[in-house]
């Protein structure tokens, strides 16, 4: 019994110690970082590049000039359909942590302390990816990744939840030249938010992951293995119904670009519209 005493005591002192660790490891931390981190009260001011888009007096489109796709949009509108299908691939849990995700950070660390990859896997939320896409590199550092868990704790008391996700929505790469949201939905199917279906909502939440080299134009079979797992997720957090979900996973996807068409051939008028705002700054 004596035995059983002295080793919890010791287990006891053990974890103390660990925590008090813990603790003083992320104040030294961020008492180094702090000075660095920017002001993220200013992340609603950061633009958005947005390609130029000419028309004609009577409204005809006569060029889009940029090298992104880029159409902003509001949280008013987006779709609870495609709100969900985001959160429940990217952070079920966004509507109920504060910027981090506890759990998430420690299977990255397990993996990080236990493997030889370099990249430091998984514990992003939705929140760090903003505070990651806005104001980080995309560098693979225990400083980067400590400075993005900071920034995504000052912005989760700055912004409300639906701000964040607006944010989101509006900068992550889709592939193709496509930010966004609503330039990926035009892009991939020719419509607007509101006119998404579950299937297709998915299959646009599925490729962030893999931007590139995911989506459904450049690896059909491995975007619609993934798209048919945020289905299931979606039924799984109660999005979808099961017949829902199963219904959409049962869909073919129709994704083949789409490029809005000139109306009006005046390729020298673009070009005057273009130097006059080059010169506009």
Known sequence: MLKIRRL?????????????????????????????LPDVSQIKNIPLQVPLKVY??????????????????????????????FVSIEDARFYEHRGIDLMGIGRAVWLMSTTDNKRLPGGST???????NYFLSNEYSMTRKISEIFLAIKLERELSKDEILELYLNKIFFGYRSYGIAAAAEFYYGKTL?????????????IPKFPS?????????????????VLTRMAELGHLS???????????????????????????????????AIEAG
């Open 126 to 132: 939705i929140t760090q990816q903003v505070a990651r």
């Open 56 to 85: 004609s007096q009577d409204g005809k489109l006569i060029a889009i000039i940029g090298e992104s796709r880029r159409t902003p949009v509001t949280i008013s509108e987006v779709p609870m359909l495609v709100r969900h299908a």
């Open 194 to 206: 509101d006119q998404l279906t579950a299937s297709e909502a998915a299959m646009l939440a599925s």
């Open 242 to 276: 099961e017949a829902e979900s199963k219904a959409a996973i049962a869909e073919p996807d129709h994704a083949h670009p789409h490029e809005p068409p000139i109306e009006l051939d005046a390729p020298y008028l673009a070009e005057m519209a273009q130097v006059v």
């Open 8 to 36: 919890l005591r010791w287990l006891f002192w053990l974890g103390l110690t660990g925590v008090l660790s813990v603790v003083l490891a992320i104040a030294g931390a961020y008492y180094v970082l702090a000075p660095k």
């Open 213 to 229: 080299s995911g989506n459904p134009l450049t690896n059909p079979d491995r975007a619609m293995t993934r798209r048919n797992y």
